[in-house]
């Protein structure tokens, strides 16, 4: 069990590394480069992680049990999707857990591009989201053979957008959560109510 010195260390050190994945690239980040945005020596690294890769498997593990968490606390067990404000909730619920962990989104999908390894846990978190999409697109407008690649559809787009939009103007949340609304509750259900 960790004493919550041990607790706050770890947190710097992931902390440390969100803000140099943003800064650098998940490449060219080094456990060097993490423990001297911390503040901590070079060895501590290795009391919480075994590389740099084991320290991003933890963020990742974070960021999926984040999206868990916020996706099932904002919809709840009786949401449903039959109007603007129903398909809005989890859209927002997304783009607030892209705004949150897109140092995690960042070195996933980097890391995903030369190590197989993280090209599984990134399928994994898609997969994810493509499955919760799926589920909300099948309560919209019933079981068809397509809901699924539809949910292939606003994932790709949502996650593309938020990543795009997070990294060049933030602060339009209202607008862009909107935007990705109304492209969504459009493509999924175009006669559905407003």
Known sequence: MQTAKSQRTEAELKAAARRLILRQGYAQTKITDITKEAGKAAGSFYRYFTDKDDLMRSLAEDFLASHRDRAHG???????FSTRDDVRAPVEAYWENSRLHLAEMTGI?????????????????HSHHVAMWADHIEQMRGPRDDNTMTA???????????????????????????????LVMHGIAPDAGA
């Open 74 to 80: 904002t919809l709840g067990p009786d949401h449903r």
């Open 152 to 182: 292939q559809a606003v994932v790709c787009m949502l996650e593309s957008f938020c990543y795009a939009q997070l990294r060049t103007s933030p602060e339009n949340v209202a607008m862009a959560v909107d935007v990705l609304t109304d």
């Open 109 to 125: 999908f980097q890391a995903a591009q030369a190590d197989e390894g993280f090209a599984r846990t990134w399928e994994n978190l």
